[in-house]
Nanobody, 119 residues
């Protein structure tokens, strides 16, 4: 079993910053890609960005230049630095990872952490 545990969500004012973390734990998990998704009330879950094991990143157009994804492979942890937040960024943010446990391919989701941007 592999678990992803997110932390760092909360309430922030427009224009503010927040940093989310997501750590993988459990079985020995060779992680390929880690990423962040979000789901706003009444909307579908959407991609925020991803990062490969080699450090290549990909971002949604709506967050490009404001959000930065990084990862610490030794800690099996991915981070999401969010700057210049606005109300449209309000959502539950989910961590995602895929990789191998032994010979078994897994895709795992975290439980989500709420980010609220409001004055």
């Amino acid at each position: 079993q592999v678990q992803l545990v997110e932390s760092g969500g909360g309430l922030v004012q427009p224009g503010g910053s927040l940093r989310l973390s997501c750590a993988a734990s459990g079985s020995i998990f060779t992680i390929y890609t880690m990423g962040w998704y979000r789901q706003a009330p009444g909307k579908q879950r959407e991609l925020v960005g991803t990062i490969t094991s080699g450090g290549n990143t990909n971002y949604a157009y709506s967050v490009k230049g404001r959000f930065t994804i990084s990862r610490d492979n030794a800690k099996n942890t991915v981070y999401l630095q969010m700057n210049s937040l606005n109300a449209d960024d309000t959502a539950v943010y989910y961590c995602n990872a895929d990789g191998m446990v032994g010979y078994r391919y897994l895709e795992v989701w975290g439980q989500g952490t709420l980010v609220t941007v409001s004055s």
